[in-house]
């Protein structure tokens, strides 16, 4: 086999054009289908990084008669909804507007959520500095201002400061105690960087009032299609014994990748459709350049024949050279890819999630 590929190597030196756009054809192609399955895989195939992913799911209402296919909760549906057995446990927040002000250093708006205690044990994600909220602690504490912040908001801001963890931070004029440091690359739900505490009972508001978002660990066993009718059985109860409020209204369970995705999931599969067939094509044109080739070689291979050639030394010798070929495409394809993928995040304006 080396003295095939030796022969290959030979042979294709001899014809450089034919090499060469064969090598460029394979290589594009690779390129293409390397660089968007590398995303797609990233985004779409990967599972979150957070305990048992598949059994958590999004939380959103909805009222068909209104034309609302997906709305905040109310704060008060919600803790109905949470007491449910299909749900092992259910967190939900809101989004205050928070300016983050440091003695000597600018005043900066900061992406935040003001969540219940246990989000972060619904989800299985610890501090990586700090204990973070207290797990099996209170659902609210009116008496603690505490708020976690995220390892970006750490480095940049506080340059990694170990003893960051008990310090007062102040949000719109008021002190938290900073209490832990989520780990690098968590910003649940999207790009959030202080998770505050929340202050208040959220059965103590109105079912009129639809801000809060949320999401819950499904039980074990319990099926999304089960955990599904048991919030539409409790909607329809509530939606009799609170009509004013809560006539038409259900609760939508979502898997919490394809919420987080959201219309990039069927975009980024049809884009990584389009460039499988562009690979076929690709595998296509190379296929026929080399049958092409192959006519060319009729007398030299009936030569070798004559020689005293095999079959098998035959095919062998065609595989080196298709073996080359395709080494040196791979060699294109990944190059490109790699030149590609950091292009991609630098002028695709688009935030695409993960």
Not at 47 to 61: I, K
Request: net charge negative; glycine share 8%; hydrophobic share 50%.
């Amino acid at each position: 086999m080396i003295h095939a590929l030796r022969l290959a190597f030979h042979q294709l030196r001899r014809q450089p054009r034919f090499a060469l756009l064969t090598v460029l054809v394979m290589g594009l192609a690779i390129a293409a289908a390397t660089t968007v399955f590398t995303v797609v895989d990233s985004v779409v195939l990967q599972p979150l990084p957070y305990s048992e992913p598949d059994r958590l799911v999004a939380l959103w209402d909805y009222n068909t008669e209104k034309g609302l296919s997906q709305e905040p909760m109310s704060p008060v549906n919600f803790m109905d909804h949470r007491e449910l057995d299909v749900f092992a446990d259910a967190a939900a927040w809101w989004r205050p507007a928070v300016n983050l002000v440091d003695p000597g250093m600018e005043p900066t708006r900061v992406e935040t959520i003001e969540t219940s205690a246990n989000l972060f044990e619904v989800l299985g994600v610890r501090p990586q500095v700090g204990i973070g909220f207290p797990e099996d602690g209170p659902f609210h504490s009116s008496d603690q201002s505490v708020a976690v912040i995220s390892d970006r908001l750490w480095r940049t801001r506080y340059g990694a400061d170990t003893g960051i963890v008990g310090k007062p931070l102040m949000f719109n004029g008021a002190a938290y105690e900073i209490v832990g440091v989520m780990p690098a690359g968590f910003h649940f739900p999207d790009e959030v960087d202080v998770w505050q505490r929340l202050r208040w009972d959220l059965t103590q508001h109105s079912r009129y009032a639809h801000f809060m978002e949320g999401v819950a660990r499904l039980a074990p066993d319990v099926t999304l299609a089960a955990a599904q009718a048991a919030t539409d059985g409790l909607a329809a109860r509530l939606g009799t014994d609170h009509a004013d409020s809560n006539a038409g209204w259900s609760m939508r369970l979502v898997p919490l990748l394809h919420d987080q995705l959201g219309y990039y999931r069927p975009a980024l599969l049809v884009l990584f459709g389009a460039v499988g067939l562009l690979l076929v094509i690709g595998v296509l044109n190379v296929s026929t350049l080399l049958y092409t080739r192959s006519l060319a070689r009729e007398r030299e291979i009936a030569v070798r024949v004559s020689m005293g050639a095999s079959p098998f030394q035959l095919l062998r010798q065609l595989l080196a050279e298709a073996l080359v070929l395709a080494a040196g495409g791979a060699a294109v394809g990944l190059a490109v890819a790699a030149i590609a993928l950091p292009l991609l995040g630098r002028f695709v304006t688009t935030e695409v999630p993960r």
